[in-house]
């Protein structure tokens, strides 16, 4: 409630976020140093690892790290990792639809297609967000762009007019439907569909939650002198008329109301929900009661209503909240108020863009934070996500991008799905029933990242030192190099750098190659380097970051 209090208030102009003063409660945080948080950035930015060229520029000099963090700003890698953020936010990334894959006839009872639609239908409002952010325009455009992106899976299915060739790009309705950014896509209302008798209620509630930051569900509810859950004639008049529900429901019915081109008369119907409806935009006054309004102000439909919306202090402060609570890898609580204000003055100053926003994110205490000191409280310790864990799609973009190898079955990717895959297993978001990702590690999550790591380290040996294709890990060692020789101390010491963003031991240099040598004498030396790499994938040390 204070931040809804303080919406309208106009904070003066502060300086960059990288010059702002610590809060009181940044004291007793410890930073990482410089080469582990270089590895966090490129995780957090990129979702992958830094190179081994950029780890050496910032041993040699650690005033590299933010020209760094600059570049892996306009990293190509950005769109896909922003995509995977965003993801556990709006959790349009689910498995199942109401309409599946095999009403559409282009892949009708073609099973190979179902994980392709599924996840092209769920990223499409993901992937807007994520082209505006890397095309560097500004964030409002999330709600006000007369444009999607769409891929060749959707462009056949829905009216869409897409400009071929292949791959994500923008793409445009031509279905009469308002330029509402994301609030136009029919991806967002796919997931977060509505039923004859909830009225779009539930898809107010959700751009609440969304853009506001403002969750109608976490406020506390009464059921004193309420009617029968199924006296729907009695429901809608306490709605209209019990100050208990009223509450919630004088804000919510009107946004509700502006909603209506995307209601749909019946369920489970393709022509229903793959279009938009400009004859029932008016339906919300007669069905719900109420006129379009964004909390009092009337709108003139959902483009207005975007409008209105992007202009909403509100929606600044909730974006510095949302970004902040998806790198600091935990919820934002009342203690982070005057850190999301200063996030907030950043964005603001950056012209309302995302990447200057996420630079200043990347320049607080909490981000940077590996530990406390001794000035750190029981209250710290039990709030800050210090060493955080890799969960599943920053595992698979991770290993992916160092070995080449990505774990797919019957067409699904394991670790982004839970059909048949891994994806809540290996601790990542449904967005139906799990919604946060896992913080800490678990039984489910330790078996998976095995797996994981047995498989990429099975590809690598096979594709590097086998084959003798290009190589992506291993950069000098072959099959039969042995521990003592020049090629495998270095090789594993670089690799050590590269996977950890720290030093090998000698200790830990004697363990590996014991390792080796005792695979090797039991089996055979591919099975001797498929031990080593799995092990070392699989160490805490690359899993949290």
């Known amino acids: 409630m204070i931040f809804l209090l303080l919406a309208c208030v106009d904070p003066p102009a502060t300086p960059p976020a990288s010059e702002l003063p610590a809060v009181a409660s940044d004291m007793g945080l410890k930073s990482l140093d410089e080469s582990r948080l270089l590895r ?71 099973p190979r297609y179902e994980y392709a639609v599924e996840r092209a239908i769920g990223e499409e409002p993901l992937r807007l967000m994520a082209y505006i952010a890397t095309q560097d325009r500004p964030w409002p455009e999330i709600v006000t762009a007369d444009y ?28 009469g439907r308002p330029a509402a950014g994301v609030l136009s896509t029919n991806g967002l209302w796919w997931r977060y569909y509505t039923t004859v008798s909830n009225l779009n209620r539930g898809r107010a509630a959700a751009v ?46 009107p946004i509700a109301s502006a909603l209506f081109g995307f209601w749909q008369a019946g369920e489970y119907n393709t022509d229903e929900m793959d279009h938009y409806h400009p004859e029932r935009e008016r339906l919300g006054v007669s069905v719900i009661g109420t006129a379009p ?39 934002v609580e009342i203690e982070d108020f005057s850190r999301v204000e200063q996030l907030r003055d950043a964005y603001l100053e950056g012209g ?26 029981e209250q710290q310790e039990a709030r800050e996500n210090t060493l955080r864990l890799m969960t599943a799609p920053l595992l698979a973009s991770s290993i992916e991008e160092l070995t080449g ?25 449904d967005g139906s029933y799990v919604t946060r990702a896992q913080q800490t590690p678990g039984m489910t999550w330790a078996l998976t990242v095995q797996r994981l790591a047995e498989g990429a380290a099975e590809h690598v040996v096979q594709q590097e030192l086998e084959r003798g294709q290009t190589r992506r890990l291993l950069a000098q060692v072959q099959l039969n190099s042995q521990p003592g020789s020049q090629e495998f101390e270095e090789e594993l010491a670089a690799l050590y750098w590269r996977l950890y963003a720290q030093k090998a031991g000698a200790d830990w240099k004697t363990a590996i190659g014991e390792l ?27 899993t949290g970051y």
């Not at 050496?56 to 570049?71: G, I, M, N, W």
């Not at 936010?89 to 498995?95: A, G, I, M, N, Q």
């Not at 863009?353 to 530990?371: E, H, M, N």
């Open 40 to 110: 966090r950035m490129s995780l957090d930015i990129r979702g992958i690892l830094p190179s081994l060229q950029d780890l050496d520029a910032v041993d040699a000099d650690p005033k590299q790290l933010e020209r760094l963090r600059d570049s892996y700003l306009d990293d190509p890698h950005v769109q896909e990792r922003l995509v995977q953020l965003l993801a556990e936010r709006w959790h349009t990334r689910v498995d199942e639809f109401l309409v599946p894959y095999w009403e559409y006839q282009p892949y009708a009872d073609d």
């Open 148 to 175: 999607t992106v769409a891929n060749e899976i959707l462009a056949p299915i829905w009216p869409l007019d897409y400009p071929g060739g292949g791959g994500w790009q923008v793409s445009r309705y031509e279905d």
């Open 208 to 253: 609440a939650r969304l853009l506001l930051c403002e969750d109608y569900l976490a406020r506390p509810v009464t059921f004193s002198n309420s009617v029968a859950l199924v006296d729907q004639d009695g429901i809608e008049e306490a709605l209209r008329s019990n100050p208990y529900c009223m509450g919630c429901h004088s804000s919510i019915d």
């Open 293 to 331: 309004e964004w909390y009092g102000v009337p709108v003139d439909g959902l483009a207005e209503m975007g409008s209105r919306i992007a202009a909403d202090p509100r929606f600044a402060r909730c974006t510095a909240r949302s970004m902040a609570e998806l790198l600091w890898r935990r919820p």
């Open 352 to 377: 309302e863009r995302l990447k200057p926003l996420i630079a200043a994110v990347t320049d607080t205490a909490v981000y940077r934070a590996g530990g406390l000191d001794s000035k750190g409280t």
């Open 405 to 429: 190898y990505r774990w797919v079955e019957r067409g699904f990717d394991q670790l982004d799905n839970d059909s048949i895959g891994y994806r809540i297993l290996g601790g990542g978001v």
């Open 516 to 542: 080796w040598t005792s695979v090797a004498s039991a089996e055979d030396e591919k099975a001797a380097w498929v031990a080593v790499i799995s092990v070392m994938l699989r160490d805490p040390l690359f």
